[in-house]
């Protein structure tokens, strides 16, 4: 439901090499006022995606306002000077559309899916409320409870979430992204009409803007249709420029145990600081997805799915993930979930002994040749899925990429060779920058 | 000798506004396997779909979990590869298979490459019908299965749906979890897995969706070489069991900040003549995301929840209808007792004209959306088969459901819903609530 956020724990084989439409099917353009749009061709059925995304997300809230970005975005679905509020979602409803909403550290984005011929409706809802919100106390409060309800049922019910938060917390000593997007609770209990509106005014301009639209389209309708519904929007000069503060540097490794009773599989699971995919520069972060995919993507074929689960048998499951789409430096994690009578200890020292015996062993070529297989395919899936491709573009250029970088990414996944991830893997496994945690019911039967 | 590579007995257009042309092939392979096939080659690919029907359903209770862990292991070696053998091999053919099973059917499915596709059904082929079944491959994933099943002991969803089903369908196989019990999996054996396999997946019981760039004459020997060496014939599936929960409360005591709800009644048939009236009912009543009446008086209104919703359950051998809502354990009797007020509500007066235009409309338009690549499809045409929907569904289901009138919706929830006769299974630590009968 609207407020999806971004799973702090993203593990998906395919996610990190997909995906993007042939480039002969993608054009862009630029408005006076600022939008950048992005068009994705793709004319099997009559259906077009249309999204809104915002260079704003999670890390950009004022100290001690953290949950804000998220609970703007829930009322973005209240009134405009136009619109009655829940108007919005009755209008997209009745004209059989989807639609729905996220925020992550990053971004803050809008969808719907929708019968193509329905596009220009779209761009006037979407535009209408990009700069005329109203919002009433009446409207704001119930709103903010269904917050505290959604906190209370992604978060605090579920102890492997705040076992993330507190990871997090301790992950990022100074940047914002050691905040939950959600927000803390207590923070969230006092957010005001006000703050929202004081964000929403900072934020929502043609100009921190990025249009999606994919599906069955003709690039230069789109753009004069654009035109017509963005194109009066006022661009702002006052958008905050995104420089967040950043970590002093990391000088001693950092280990928590986390006890919760409600936790019945405990597991040990490790993030390092790493570096992510900058503008004109993504071979070192292309190597670190490759190398996830080598140490820790599937759970047989993988370096530690080898060792770990099918020779040692002392692990059910275990993984390595990174995500290089970020706005600044990111983490790289790697986990294992213990086979019964396995503790912890033997967990955690098996899986930092795995991690010395892959920098030792080095890359296993014809994995790698897998791997790179799957890439190219990647490319052809990725035809077949038009609103991950939308998807794909808007996370992008909402976290520092460009168009081009995005279209240059397969060919920089091609070009990685053996030594560059182990460059990369050895760049990143500083102990030093790392947090480990174990989720556990109670520390001592867990060792 | 073989007279003919494949028999295409129907041929359907679908011409529907909103829609990207559909035309389904009713494809017989030359062994007598049938399939839908929707031809379509403008991108190189190939999606598969197969549903067996029977699932979890067919696992006796002694044995509850086969079905389950059987599914869960044809991915884990076939012949004399073994798991990594096996996933590296699709790895190298950059083939996406799925493996799953839920209560009612087992679940499979194949994305290829158009460029590899021999090699890659031929693998999937392998897996599906000859899986190894390798002792320590069945340890392991046994140890996954069983550390799931853990978690769920402390999950209030989990919780609440277990209490929920053993009161709807007692003595059934819809009271059991589809994963089975730790005691269950762990006596499990190997020949166990091989019966589950033979009972599961068998001909008599697939439907199969195929689109992609495949042309009729191409698919019939293909499903040949890929299902036919399983059985052609599955034993008895279960009897439909009548709906068995009472009215009333049930509360499962847990330390949470939050009370878990959820609900049910008794159910309609899908083939009911009056489902599509019901369905429109519930789009409206709780189906219908932010412009329902429970999102409206549950969240909207007085921000209790994060999410409340309705649903239809009508399955193979069992029928409800259900819901779920989380709110405070301050706030959820209040949750509660507005969902009950709500479903008397719309038996009382029905719905307005607004509403059912609203609902029709949504649902109209909401159709096609669903037809949004190359294995939702197929998804859709194996569904449709198994549902017996009929070959020219597509196209004649946006009419029943515009064929819904506000008298059919006033008829159809006096004749289904039951206020009196929801049964509440709420988890948490609620206050001013408490268990009835």
């Excluded at chain 1, 990190?16 to 099917?25: R, S, V």
């Excluded at chain 2, 529907?16 to 559909?22: L, N």
């Excluded at chain 2, 038996?347 to 338009?365: I, R």
């Excluded at chain 2, 949004?372 to 499809?377: E, T, V």
């Amino acid at each position: 439901m609207r407020a999806l956020l971004k799973p702090l724990l993203t593990i998906c084989l395919f996610a990190p090499f997909a995906a993007y439409a042939k480039t002969g099917d993608v054009t862009t353009f630029t408005l006076n006022n600022g939008l950048e749009a992005v068009v994705i061709e793709d004319h099997r059925a009559p259906v077009v995606t249309h999204m809104v995304w915002y260079r704003v997300g999670a890390a950009d809230e004022k100290l001690g306002k953290s949950g804000i970005a998220h609970f703007l975005e829930h009322l973005l679905f209240k009134g405009t000077d136009k619109m009655e509020a829940g108007e919005f979602s009755q209008i997209i409803a009745a004209n059989g559309g989807s639609e729905n909403a996220f925020t992550s550290r990053d971004y803050t984005g809008y969808y719907q899916r929708i019968a193509a011929d329905r596009l220009p409706l779209m761009m006037q809802l979407e535009a209408d409320r990009m700069q005329g919100l109203k919002l009433t106390e009446e409207e704001v409060l119930p709103e903010r409870d269904v917050v505290i309800e959604e906190r209370n049922s992604r978060t605090e019910s579920n102890p492997g979430a705040l076992f993330s938060e507190h990871r997090n917390a301790l992950m990022y000593d100074n940047h914002p992204y050691g905040i939950p997007i959600i927000g803390w609770m207590h923070e969230i209990k006092n957010l005001s009409r006000e703050d929202a509106l004081e964000f929403y005014k900072t934020y929502y301009a043609p100009n921190n803007a990025i249009l999606v639209v994919a599906g069955d389209v003709d690039p230069e309708q789109v753009k004069s249709l654009a035109q017509t519904h963005y194109g009066s929007l006022i661009p702002s000069d006052t958008i905050p420029e995104r420089v967040r503060p950043s970590d002093p540097p990391n000088r001693a490794a950092v280990h928590t145990v986390f006890e919760d009773p409600r936790v019945r599989q405990p597991y040990v699971i490790r993030t390092y600081a790493a570096p992510q995919r900058k503008a004109g520069d993504q071979k070192q972060a292309a190597a670190l997805v490759l190398f996830a995919e080598l140490l820790g993507g599937s759970g047989v074929t993988s370096f530690m799915g080898q060792r770990m689960q099918l020779e040692q048998k002392i692990s059910l499951n275990q993984a390595a993930f990174y995500d290089g789409v970020s706005l600044d430096p990111t983490s790289f994690g790697i986990y294992a979930v213990p086979a019964p009578g396995v503790g912890l200890t033997k967990l955690e020292a098996e899986m930092d002994a795995t991690l010395a015996a892959f920098l030792e062993t080095g890359v296993d070529a014809d994995h790698l040749a897998r791997l790179k297989t799957q890439v190219s395919a990647s490319e052809i899936y990725a035809l077949d899925d038009q609103s991950g491709t939308a998807r794909r573009y808007g996370e992008a250029l909402t976290s520092g990429l460009t168009i081009k970088d995005v279209q240059d990414w397969p060919s920089i996944l091609q070009s990685v060779t053996a030594e560059d991830i182990m460059a990369a893997a050895n760049a990143v496994f500083d102990i030093k920058s790392s947090v480990t945690g174990w989720l556990v019911s109670d520390k001592e039967s867990a060792k | 000798m073989i007279r003919f590579i494949a028999l295409v007995s129907t041929v359907i257009l679908i011409a529907v506004p909103g829609f990207a042309e559909v035309k389904i092939q009713e494809v017989t392979s030359p062994k007598g396997i049938k399939a839908w096939l929707v031809n379509e080659p403008s991108i190189p690919i190939l999606a598969f779909d197969f549903i067996f029907k029977g699932g979890a359903s067919l696992d006796s209770d002694e044995k509850q979990g086969a079905t389950y862990l059987m599914t869960g292991l044809l991915e884990e070696g076939t012949g004399d590869m073994d798991a990594a053998d096996f996933s590296r091999a699709t790895e190298s053919l950059a083939a996406r298979f799925g493996f799953d099973a839920t209560r009612d059917s087992v679940n499979l499915s194949a994305e290829v490459l158009k460029s590899n596709a021999p090699e890659a059904l031929a693998l999937f082929g392998k897996a599906i019908t000859a899986p190894a079944f390798n002792q320590v491959a069945v340890d392991r994933v046994k140890n996954q299965v069983i550390s799931g099943l853990k978690s769920d002991e402390t999950d209030p969803s989990a919780i609440a749906s277990k209490a929920l089903r053993e009161q709807m369908f007692p003595d059934h196989p819809y009271a059991r979890g589809v994963e089975g019990t730790i005691e269950t999996i762990t006596a499990l054996t190997t020949d166990d897995l091989r019966a589950a396999h033979q009972a599961a997946l068998a001909l008599d019981r697939a439907f199969i969706g195929v689109v992609g760039d495949v042309t009729a004459e191409e698919l019939g020997p293909m499903l040949d070489a890929l299902l036919g060496d399983l059985p052609t014939v599955g034993p008895p599936l279960p009897a439909r069991k009548a709906f068995s929960a009472t009215g009333g409360i049930t509360v499962i005591d847990h330390d949470s900040p939050q009370s878990q709800a959820l609900w049910a009644q008794k159910g309609i048939e899908r083939d009911d003549p009056d489902f599509f009236a019901m369905y429109v009912m519930n789009r409206v009543l709780g189906a219908g995301g932010f412009t329902s009446r429970l999102t409206e008086e549950v969240r909207e209104k007085r921000g209790l929840t994060y999410g409340v919703y309705s649903y239809l359950a009508s399955a193979e051998f069992g029928d409800y209808i259900g819901g779920s809502v989380a709110s405070g354990n301050e706030t959820i009797a209040q949750a509660i007792d507005l969902i009950q007020s709500e479903w008397q509500r719309i038996v009382d007066d029905g719905v307005t004209d607004a509403e059912l235009d609203a609902a029709k409309t949504y649902l109209t338009g909401a159709y096609p959306l669903r037809f949004d690549g190359n294995s939702q499809i197929a998804g859709i045409l194996s569904g449709m088969q198994w549902q017996n929907l009929g070959i020219d569904y597509i196209a004649t289901r946006n009419d029943q459901v515009n064929a819904v009138t506000r008298e059919d919706v006033a008829r159809v929830t006096k004749k289904f819903l039951d206020p009196d006769g929801l049964r509440f299974v709420v988890v948490g630590k609620p206050v001013g609530l408490d268990s009835t009968k």
